[in-house]
């Protein structure tokens, strides 16, 4: 079976540094994808790791443990624009296959 | 703009009705895949294909169906719809390679009234 947990909601203010966190089952892994989705859009994509180890860009960045099954993404100088939930997926071997986790809805306070 | 389009935006129907949503993925990419966002859920996967050919089922209804074409666009078929089948529709598209991200269509938001 496939299953991926996140935190439902976090909340955090302007300027500030937030880590969400994701843990994962999968029957097999390919590597694990970030994507942001504001209210009735479509998810974008943010970051991907396939390897142990921290991926950075910009303001994101991702880490990634595959013997522990765990990846966060460190959001650094929070903005209300990032107010969003943020989707963890883990790309499985079964048709390339991507699984999601069910989002952490994101409120970035002034 | 991710190259995915889906058409049509929003749909609105009534109960026991069918509907196709249709999906042209990215150019060159031979993957699509089909998710169902319900008010308040992650992405429900339903059904992946690749160049035509039927790759991954998720927890896809019998009451839904779904093809690709040869000129690799795809529709997904629902029919004898219930109230509960209202939730917007991904469509999603990849290469194949196991690096490639999804990339999203705006999605079809359908009401089922």
């Known amino acids: 079976g496939q299953n991926i947990d996140q935190p439902t909601e976090m909340t955090a203010t302007e300027g500030a540094i937030v880590q969400i966190n994701c843990t994962y089952q999968?029957?097999?892994?390919?590597?694990l994808f970030w994507y942001q989705q504001h209210a009735g859009e479509a998810p974008t994509f943010l970051s991907y790791?396939?390897?142990?180890g921290l991926e950075e860009k910009g303001r994101f960045s991702s880490f990634l443990s595959r013997s522990k099954g765990y990846s966060y993404l460190l959001l650094k100088e929070l903005q209300m624009k990032d107010s969003a939930s943020y989707l963890c997926?883990?790309?499985?071997?079964?048709?390339?296959?991507?699984?999601f986790g069910p989002g952490t809805r994101l409120s970035v306070l002034p | 703009d991710s190259g995915v389009t889906q058409t049509p935006k929003h749909l609105i129907t009534a109960t026991g009705q069918r509907v196709t949503l249709r999906c042209s993925p990215r150019?060159?990419?031979?993957?699509v895949y089909w998710y169902q966002q319900s008010l308040d859920q992650g992405l429900q996967f339903l059904i992946q294909?690749?160049?035509?050919?039927?790759?991954a089922k998720g927890n896809i209804l019998e009451r839904f169906s779904a093809q690709q074409f040869p000129d690799l666009h795809s529709e997904l078929n629902l029919s004898s719809l219930e109230l509960g089948d209202s939730a917007l529709y991904f469509c999603?598209?990849?290469?194949?390679?196991?690096?490639?991200?999804?990339?999203f269509g705006s999605g079809t938001q359908l009401s089922v009234l």
């Open positions: 999603a598209s990849s290469a194949r390679t196991t690096n490639e991200k999804l990339f």
């Open positions: 999968t029957s097999g892994f390919n590597g």
């Open positions: 790791n396939v390897l142990d």
């Open positions: 997926a883990v790309r499985v071997p079964s048709g390339q296959n991507f699984v």
């Open positions: 150019s060159g990419d031979l993957s």
């Open positions: 294909y690749y160049n035509g050919e039927e790759r």
